[in-house]
């Protein structure tokens, strides 16, 4: 399979050597987050901070393209809310449902793509943009997993999707100037990491990665912010949580260290382990699920008791039963300095989980680690992070069984290799937190890759396998 794969990759460099040779362009920092007042996010989390992309690519050409994990720098998606509120509310346009191929072929062309970590309800879209009329497009793709912009020669349009099914809205006076006028400043500033599409290699080709990566990614270190918290903050988080005063409030010591705070119905329980958990049991049955209460009330509750910065996203959502009662899970994840992370605690789900109950937060569980901003412009060595393709071919053997034992085969089929990269879903640069020291734990860069519903990740230096999930 190595030899297979390494002639794949050779004779698309013979082709495209020259172009695909960037440096990696890295973004500002940012902190994941934190108890600390004076480093509390100003702003409110509001649900337009819910509903936004989790990753953006950009093509420039057939064989240009970029792909980026936080918009800070270029604000491509803040820029777009304004067309596409145009184009959600529009009463003349033209809607045509359009091929898998031909939605593909788009991207060959100068264009921008917004994807979304998880299938956004398009009625929530259209309220987190203020869209109180929406037209049809919301009734014909009642979910959505990205937004395409056509930014090419002639007018521009957009292509809904979800999954396979898309739909092409051409607008007869929509002028999107600007959009297409900043993508041409990103295009001459070659200041960005050249991606190229794994149809070239058989893999789907809604898959971009990069070829060539001249730098690392920095080092970062995180601490678990609960475990460095004196008795007075401790005292204060209580009773922000609880709304009483410290004084009324039982407290219960546990075996293992963990230390459970209540007050009438509400509980709020601060774990050995670093995570901290709040619970209010419901006090009426919710008979009816209602999406944007619930994802608001969530927005509020955050804002009000949780500390929040721009890299929080919301990456799933569950209906949910509990008594009777329906309503909504919602985990959320964090970038930081504009890069995914995955979380290693087992103990775990993820760094945010959220019951709620349309007006009623059920329970509310927190992970908190922070960037202890150590040495920010430090590399962790002069090596160079391997392209996503080499971490696959060092893996041959590991895919390989993966793929056997997914499909259930007896026998090696000849065209296995095909077969393995078919299966691949998506391939994305990250950081992972092995979630194993209170205090000065090294976050370590991987490339992230989604088999079969799967996401399995390797050290993005050295190729080896440092989590699954």
Request: aromatic share 14%.
């Given at each position: ?15 495209i050597s020259?172009i695909l ?6 973004q500002?920092?940012?902190?994941l ?5 004076k480093e509390?996010?100003?702003?409110s989390y509001v ?5 936004a992309?989790?990753?953006?690519l950009?093509n420039?050409s057939?064989?240009?393209?970029t792909?980026?994990y936080?918009d ?20 003349e ?6 091929s ?7 991207h ?18 259209t309220?987190?943009?203020d869209i109180?009329?929406?037209?049809d497009?919301v009734d014909?793709?009642?979910?959505m997993?990205s937004i ?9 349009f957009?292509i809904?999707?979800?999954?396979d099914?898309?739909?092409a809205?051409h ?5 999107i100037?600007?959009?297409?006028e ?5 295009d001459e500033s070659?200041e960005?990491?050249?991606y190229?599409?794994m ?5 789907k080709p809604?898959?971009?990665i ?5 730098y690392s990614l920095?080092?970062i270190?995180?601490a ?7 008795e007075s903050e401790?005292?204060q988080?209580?009773e922000?949580?609880l709304?009483k005063?410290i004084?009324y409030?039982r ?7 963990s230390?459970?705070y209540?007050?009438n119905q509400?509980y ?5 382990n670093?995570?901290i958990e ?9 008979t009816?699920?209602?999406?944007f209460l619930?994802l608001s009330?969530?927005?509020d ?5 949780a500390e929040?910065?721009?890299g929080?996203?919301l990456?799933d959502?569950q209906?949910?039963e509990?008594d009777?009662?329906v309503?909504?899970?919602l985990?959320y ?5 504009g ?8 103990e775990?789900?993820e ?8 007006d009623?937060i059920r329970?509310?569980?927190?992970y908190p680690?922070?960037?202890m901003?150590?040495?920010?412009n430090?590399n962790i060595?002069?090596?160079k992070?391997l392209?996503?393709f080499?971490v696959?071919?060092?893996?041959a ?6 793929y056997?034992d ?5 026998n090696?089929p000849?065209?296995?290799v095909?077969g393995v990269?078919?299966?691949i ?6 950081y992972?937190?092995p979630c194993?020291m209170?205090y000065?734990?090294k976050l370590?860069?991987?490339?992230a ?7 399995y990740?390797?050290?993005a230096?050295?190729?080896i396998?440092?989590y699954e999930?």
């Amino acid at each position: 399979m190595k030899e297979r794969l390494k002639t794949f990759l050779l004779i698309s460099l013979v082709s495209i050597s020259i172009i695909l040779t960037k440096n990696l362009w890295l973004q500002a920092p940012e902190q994941l987050f934190t108890f600390a007042d004076k480093e509390r996010e100003l702003n409110s989390y509001v649900l337009a901070d819910m509903i936004a992309p989790s990753k953006y690519l950009l093509n420039f050409s057939e064989i240009n393209h970029t792909i980026l994990y936080d918009d800070m720098k270029y604000g491509i998606w803040d820029k777009s809310k304004s067309s596409l509120i145009e184009a959600l509310t529009a009463k003349e346009f033209e809607l045509k449902e359009i091929s898998n191929e031909e939605f593909i072929n788009y991207h060959n062309v100068k264009s921008a793509v917004f994807y979304f970590a998880d299938d956004t309800n398009s009625y929530i879209l259209t309220r987190a943009l203020d869209i109180k009329d929406p037209n049809d497009i919301v009734d014909r793709m009642p979910y959505m997993d990205s937004i395409y912009i056509y930014l090419g020669d002639g007018n521009s349009f957009f292509i809904f999707s979800n999954d396979d099914k898309h739909l092409a809205a051409h607008y007869p006076k929509m002028d999107i100037s600007s959009l297409k006028e900043e993508l041409d400043i990103i295009d001459e500033s070659q200041e960005y990491t050249y991606y190229h599409s794994m149809k070239w290699y058989g893999a789907k080709p809604n898959i971009y990665i990069p070829l060539e990566i001249e730098y690392s990614l920095p080092e970062i270190y995180v601490a678990n912010d609960l475990y460095s918290m004196n008795e007075s903050e401790k005292k204060q988080l209580v009773e922000k949580f609880l709304g009483k005063d410290i004084g009324y409030i039982r407290q219960i010591v546990e075996g293992n260290g963990s230390t459970i705070y209540v007050y009438n119905q509400k509980y709020l329980k601060l774990n050995s382990n670093g995570l901290i958990e709040y619970f209010h049991a419901l006090e009426n049955r919710v008979t009816e699920r209602n999406l944007f209460l619930s994802l608001s009330t969530a927005a509020d509750f955050l804002s009000s008791n949780a500390e929040i910065l721009k890299g929080m996203y919301l990456a799933d959502v569950q209906e949910i039963e509990q008594d009777g009662s329906v309503g909504y899970k919602l985990s959320y994840r964090f970038r930081v300095r504009g890069i995914p992370i995955l979380l290693g605690n087992r103990e775990v789900e993820e760094y945010v989980t959220i019951e709620v109950f349309n007006d009623h937060i059920r329970s509310y569980k927190y992970y908190p680690r922070k960037d202890m901003n150590k040495l920010p412009n430090r590399n962790i060595d002069k090596s160079k992070i391997l392209p996503a393709f080499d971490v696959i071919d060092k893996n041959a053997g590991f895919f390989k069984e993966l793929y056997i034992d997914t499909f259930n085969i007896d026998n090696m089929p000849e065209n296995i290799v095909d077969g393995v990269l078919a299966s691949i879903e998506d391939i994305t640069l990250a950081y992972y937190d092995p979630c194993l020291m209170e205090y000065n734990e090294k976050l370590i860069p991987v490339w992230a890759i989604r088999f079969k519903g799967k996401t399995y990740a390797f050290d993005a230096y050295n190729g080896i396998l440092v989590y699954e999930r």
